[in-house]
């Protein structure tokens, strides 16, 4: 971020990216816009306000609000969130993590579900009331899945 390398964590259950207050103290002075964010079993960090800055990843430039936090709040220096995926494919292996930006058409795969057809047994004998068991049966039966969303992935 500017001169300075922070470490962050990459967190795609987070919409939006964080940064601990010690960390962005001297990169920018953030606005004084305070949020509430509610993260996992609802515990809640109001924030000390947010600042928009571009950041170098692989060798691209990304544009991120970051949502400056304070520090006893965040065990690592920064979060990037899901919403670096405005931008860029973020592909995961191994021992890496690699960040593509969006005109990179070599990093798209379109994936395709296919119907499977599975002649399981519809097990549904442990629904005591007779009506719900009947159309507990009746739903699962005549589901249809529908193609709603597409998605973009990686080689």
């Known amino acids: 971020m500017g001169n300075k390398i922070i470490e962050a964590l990459i967190d795609s259950g987070s919409s ?7 960390v962005s103290k001297g990169i920018i002075e ?15 960090v109001k924030t000390k306000g947010s600042f928009q800055r571009k950041i170098e990843l ?7 609000t970051w949502h400056v936090v304070p520090t006893p ?7 990037i969130g899901s919403d670096i995926l405005e931008q860029a494919s973020v592909c995961f292996y191994k021992e890496s993590v690699q960040f593509r ?11 395709q579900v296919y119907e499977a057809e599975v002649e399981d047994e519809i097990v549904v ?13 009746e739903l699962i039966s005549n589901y249809e ?7 973009n992935m990686c080689p």
Request: glycine share 4%; charged share 30%; net charge negative.
């Open 16 to 22: 939006v990216s964080l940064i601990r207050e010690d």
């Open 30 to 44: 953030p606005s004084k816009h305070i949020s509430v964010l509610i993260g996992l079993g609802k515990y809640e």
């Open 58 to 64: 692989d060798g691209e430039e990304y544009s991120l």
């Open 73 to 79: 709040s965040l065990e690592f220096q920064a979060v």
């Open 101 to 111: 930006k969006h005109e990179d058409k070599n990093c798209f795969l379109q994936m």
């Open 125 to 137: 004998q442990h629904v005591t009331n007779p009506q719900i068991r009947r159309e507990l049966f």
């Open 145 to 151: 899945p529908k193609k709603t969303e597409m998605t």
